[in-house]
């Protein structure tokens, strides 16, 4: 199983490495790739969903809500065959309806919009709270970066979250270490320790190694257990992950992707492989 998602992260590393460059334009990279590890454990081993059927009534919801990583969340999509090549391939151009930020399409497994950070946990912490009433088993998941935890819209919805009792959600805070303009408050040097402080609002707290499959797949088995509070997955990751110019290299938070680079991108994508 460990080399499966080992193979999958790097197909979808590849994927965006390829679109970003197909594309002609900057993206936002350096998050994109620093997810990628638990996108996917997520759609491996955790979400239940069916890209044939992608609004079936019994399918967990998955929330980007750090937008502008777009690229990884459509590349992960594609990879689980939730719509064609011929779709993935117009990221990013004219017309297409895959652009820098998520646009909802439930058709093609995106389940909100997303501009504005701090947005995803209340949209989400509504769809939690609309799923109990019903008496339905549906959990939501949800994608939040370091530097996201700084707006007050994030630590409302947290407050309310676990006053709700909502034990079908959980947030991954993608902790990279850097937004756009440097490092986030949060880093591992920082005195401010995410785990604590989503403690103190009453959430089921953990810290993982957001590289570490297993420590990855320990920690969403162990989410949306039976008591009742929310989950917040504190991931530890490498901004840039899977590139060692790109890795903690904030100049790729957001930038393009030449003919040069790419080929540099494929030839450590070779190494790799063949190690």
Avoid at 40 to 66: G, M, W
Avoid at 98 to 118: D, M, V, W
Wanted: charged share 20%; proline share 1%.
């Amino acid at each position: 199983m460990m080399d499966k998602l080992k193979k999958t992260s790097a197909d979808i590393r590849r994927l965006i490495i390829d679109k970003a460059y197909e594309c002609g334009q900057s993206a936002h990279l350096g998050g994109a790739l620093s997810m990628i590890d638990i996108m996917s454990v997520l759609y491996e081993k955790v979400l239940t969903f069916k890209a044939d059927e992608p609004e079936c009534e019994q399918r967990d919801i998955f929330i980007l809500s750090k937008g502008h990583t777009v690229l990884g969340y459509v590349a992960t999509l594609f990879h689980y065959n939730y719509f064609p090549k011929e779709v993935f391939d117009t990221f990013q151009t004219n017309g297409s309806k895959l652009i820098a930020h998520p646009i909802k399409n439930l058709a093609y497994g995106i389940e909100s919009s997303n501009g504005s950070l701090g947005q995803g946990i209340s949209y989400a912490s509504g769809m939690a709270l609309g799923y109990k009433k019903r008496g339905m088993g549906n959990r939501v998941f949800v994608m939040m970066g370091d530097g996201e935890c700084n707006e007050g819209s994030v630590w409302e919805a947290a407050q309310l979250s676990a006053e709700l009792s909502l034990n079908n959600l959980v947030v991954i805070i993608d902790v990279n270490g850097y937004r756009n303009d440097g490092m986030t408050a949060y880093g591992a040097n920082s005195s401010l320790n995410l785990q604590s402080m989503w403690s103190s609002f009453g959430w089921n707290a953990v810290s993982i190694d957001g590289h570490n499959f297993d420590e990855i797949m320990e920690a969403f088995e162990h989410a949306c257990g039976s008591d009742s509070k929310p989950t917040a997955i504190i991931a530890n990751t490498v901004k840039g992950k899977g590139f060692s110019f790109m890795e903690s290299n904030n100049d790729w938070h957001h930038n393009r992707i030449t003919k040069v680079v790419y080929e540099q991108c494929l030839a450590e994508l070779g190494k790799n492989n063949a190690n």
